[in-house]
């Protein structure tokens, strides 16, 4: 492909514009039809009267930021198709999450689910588990900053204009009304289809068709479905994208305060459920498209990878590149691209703002100071531009002091093993990203780009033990940390009586909360119904073959028995 820089036309612009727009006509809209909505409960919730299929969609669109758009095709490009299996983890998760933590939540119908660290632990393991999760700033701030800074540099869009109009109008239609973002996200979800199809058809027709595509997947190894190598170091494997998968998924669906605030603003628990399995279809579909789309990357740039030919600074700005590369010519397409990478980035961050919001008022505010709701309504709203201001740039036998001992030693395992990660990474011998050549390269010369960002460079070897124990794969860096956290847990609470302790059993998993229980009981009831019906025609066999003269059957007319002769029973 050539490598003349290609920029946004006005065209593109506008299409942007017109999304960013309609966001904010979404949230004006939902906020006149909710303007007597008068409780804080009703603004983080929804009222708790929301269906199935729009919260399906919200809880997709949600944590598939404009960083997941971009980087994914980007990791089939490096690493191959065999990033599919995380499709296994989504189901592991959302199973495990239906079964275990939303009946619990659910019938607590609480804002907060650090709130429930007090009322099952102690206060002080609320306040950690909510300072640790006012991390999350950081995220917010770079799943808006991070794409913009891409497209900035592959495309010229302007780099502020892209952020400050993208948070504003985020924080706009999160302040009007909780609605919103949960109808925005079933648009978002189109969106970012139609943003993945344009690159997807017009890849297909430039080929001639998807046989060529998985073609040249095939020959440049990136068909790697059989790869069940349980090396932890390998970035990604069977067993990593599986275990590690269903690990990470099951932390976000089942205690990230954004998602649980999603299912919880569900009618009922049956449309929380339902709401959790539609949106794994959801959530497969989306990785489909960024697995093909990360195979169309490859089939064009196999010959001339544009991040080793310095073409891109970084390999999430090869999408980006593709984009402007085939759909140049079609005004209006490459604007329709970036309005889903900014609409996936819109989602994330309002879900986050609004689940901080959420975070403050139930866990700091409310516990110390006595507001009515119509006042607490108002310092929800508040929150969200609060919240904004600083984002961007910037079990049963676990008692309180295994509770807090678990989640403290849990997040140092995982926070030392990711920064040593960083410090002494897995060398490619053991990531094995796959080949990228730049044989066929034959860029001009004189492009108005001035990548100054230099090429990474290929890690150095160094101790084989040290990288054997500090640089596991990303995806067991949630493993490790939940791991260490229930077993120290579990040890704490053992040492200091854990087991004595009376817990309110309104905290508690029962046997009769799960759908698996009430399934079984079904099928049981269904085998025990079928057993009595064996047995009574058991009975009635054995009586239709007493004959007419047995005389225990009673005298005179009450005397009962079969006539074979006229083919029932007889007085």
Known sequence: MSGDAHLLVAADY???AVVLLLSAAVGFYYAWRSRKQGTSRDFLTGGRKLNALAVSMSLTASYMSSVTVLSNPAEVYRYGAIFGYLSISYVIAVV????????????????????????????????????????NLLYTGLVIYAPALALNQVTGMNLWGGIISTATVCTLYCALVSKTFITYDTHTIGIMFAGYMSVIIKSVILKGGISTILSDAQEGGRINFVDFDINPLRRHTFWTLVIGGAFTWSSIYGTYQPQVQRYNSCKSIK??????????????????????SGLCLYSFYKNCDPWKA?????????????VMDILADHQGLPGLFFAAVYSASLSTVSTSINAMAA??????IKPRIKLSEKKLLLISKGLIFVVQKRN???????????????????????????????????????TRPLFLSTEGCNFTTGSSFNWTTPLPTEPMWSSLHAVQWHSPSYLYFCVIGGLTSVIVGIIISLLTGGLRETVDPRLMLMKEDTL?????????????????????QQTDDRRSIL?????????????????????????
């Not at 607590?108 to 991390?135: K, Q």
Request: net charge positive; glycine share 8%.
């Open 547 to 571: 004959p007419c003269t047995f005389p225990s059957l009673g005298h005179g007319r009450n005397r009962q028995c079969w006539s074979a002769k006229q083919g029932g029973w007889n007085q």
């Open 14 to 16: 506008v299409v942007f």
């Open 392 to 430: 961007g740039n910037k079990d049963s036998d676990i008692c309180p002091q295994g509770g807090l001992c678990g989640l403290v030693t849990g997040l140092a395992a995982a926070v030392s093993v990711s920064i040593i990660g960083m410090i002494s990474p897995s060398p490619p011998e053991m």
């Open 310 to 322: 310095g073409q891109v600074s970084s390999p999430d700005q090869l999408l980006p590149y593709l």
């Open 359 to 364: 975070v403050t008022m139930e866990d700091l």
């Open 516 to 536: 698996s229980y009430h399934l079984f009981k079904r099928v049981k009831d269904g085998v025990r119904a079928e057993e009595q019906r064996y047995q009574k």
């Open 96 to 135: 495990y999450t239906s079964e275990v933590f939303l009946p619990v939540f659910y019938r607590l119908a609480i804002n907060s689910t650090y709130e429930y660290l007090e009322l099952r632990f102690s206060r002080a393991t609320r306040l950690l588990g909510m300072l640790i999760f006012f991390f």
């Open 271 to 292: 449309h929380a459920r339902l709401a959790l399995f539609i949106n794994v279809l959801g959530l497969a579909c989306t990785l489909t498209s960024s697995v093909i």
